[in-house]
Every structure is written in C-alpha cells, then in structure tokens.
C-alpha cells in the first residue's frame, strides 16, 4: 500500500527566505506526482505535475524535483512572501491503474510572517 | 463552467439522517473523482467516474456510502443514515483525460457536519 509522508507537518518562515517542502512515498511504482496549495477552508490548486519520466518542473518561484528511484520529491518556494501561507499537499499516482486514486500526504502547513 | 462547482457548501446534519452532495464538473472533463478530507489529513479517494460508470469505487468505506453521474456530467455523493464519523469536507475533481496523465482540478468541497 502507498504511502505518502511530508516533513515538516508545519513551518514558519519569515518573508523573503527560500525554503524547501519535503514529500517522501513508499511505493515507486508511480506515474506522477502531483503538488497542491489548499486555502483554508478552501479546495486544491494544482501547482506542478511532474511525469515520472521527468525530473523536475518550474512555474514562477515554485520549482518541483522528483526522485523516484529513492521516492522523493521537494518543492522549493523563492523568496517567499505572505500570500504563500497555506497548506501545501503532495500526491501520487499508481502506475498499475487507469486514471484513478491519488494517495495524498498530510501535508505541510506553511506560514510567512510579514 | 469555469472551476468545479460542489453544493451546498456546509451541510449540517443529524445522526441517521440522509444526505446528498452535487458536484458539477469542468465542462468536457470526462473523469470524475470523489475524495473525503478529514481535518489536518490529506484527502482520500472514494470512487472514480469515467463517463457515466463508475470505474473504481474502492474507497467507499461501506454500503451507506453511494455515487451517481447519470449523464457523465454532473454527480451526486448519497450518504445514507449518516454518522458523526462521516464528518469531513467531501472533494470533488474532475480530469480531462481520465487516463493517467489527467491532471486534476478540485473544487472548493462540502463540508459535511454530523450532529
């Protein structure tokens, strides 16, 4: 059974600093890996996929690496600003099924103090 | 429309009651999924349309829990004689490729309290 682990489970960083979010996955027998913000109270917004056959994808100040063969995968945030506090999820998908159940971490709670 | 719409929003219910959750697709994504979040999890994933059938519905915890996509466009979440352990935020995505490449979009959820 997949499982998918994020570390840290929260942190707090001040505006302007460069951090990296940690997801790790037990399986790597995957087709993507799939990075999310959610709001609070709010959905998911999809930030990056990443093919398995990729190593890594870019959008503005967000950049995501995946290691597959060692199950990782990072999401580095540039200069981050307050306006990037929220929760950042990673997600997984099998390769042996068509399309169905991404295996979701907990997720790292992020705050930027101003 | 322009995102995934889910209604209602909030749902306050009692014990043993029945409830239903609506989820309204991008138009012209052919796959649809259900996820439940508890709070401070990830979501986990309940059923998966492709179309008009469901083509995994694995994660449905028992037999109260029920979906429907009548015309492979909007669907409908049934929980019937509801408990307070089925409290959560209910997510729904939808996909236009359906296959493994699909990226998915979510909605906002509906957030499901069983008194």
């Known amino acids: 059974k997949q499982e998918v682990t994020q570390i840290p489970a929260a942190l707090s960083v001040p505006e302007g600093e460069n951090l990296v979010l940690n997801c790790s996955f037990t399986?790597?027998?995957?087709?993507?890996l799939q990075w999310f913000r959610q709001d609070p109270g709010k959905g998911l917004t999809s930030l990056l996929l990443?093919?398995?056959?990729?190593r890594e994808q870019t959008s503005g100040r967000l950049n995501a690496s995946l290691d597959k063969s060692s199950g990782r995968s990072t999401l580095y945030i540039a200069a981050s600003q307050p306006g990037d506090s929220a929760t950042y999820l990673c997600?997984?998908?099998?390769?042996?099924?068509?399309?169905?159940?991404?295996?979701f971490g907990e997720g790292t709670q992020l705050t930027v103090n101003p | 429309g322009a995102g995934v719409s889910q209604t209602p929003s909030n749902k306050v219910t009692e014990k043993g009651k029945y409830v239903e959750l609506r989820c309204d697709p991008i138009?012209?994504?052919?796959?649809l999924y259900w996820y439940r979040q508890s709070l401070g999890q990830g979501p986990e994933f309940l059923i998966y349309?492709?179309?008009?059938?469901?083509?995994?519905d694995s994660g449905l915890p028992n037999d109260r829990f029920f979906a429907v996509r009548p015309e492979g466009s909007v669907s409908t979440l049934k929980i019937q004689r509801t408990e307070r352990g089925d409290s959560a935020v209910y997510l729904c995505?939808?996909?236009?490729?359906?296959?493994?490449?699909?990226?998915?979009?979510f909605g906002e959820g509906s957030r499901l309290t069983v008194l």
């Open positions: 995505a939808s996909s236009l490729a359906g296959g493994i490449t699909g990226e998915l979009f």
């Open positions: 399986d790597s027998a995957i087709y993507n």
């Open positions: 990443i093919q398995s056959s990729q």
């Open positions: 997600a997984v998908r099998p390769q042996e099924t068509s399309g169905s159940r991404l295996t």
């Open positions: 138009s012209g994504h052919t796959a």
């Open positions: 349309f492709q179309g008009t059938g469901a083509a995994d």
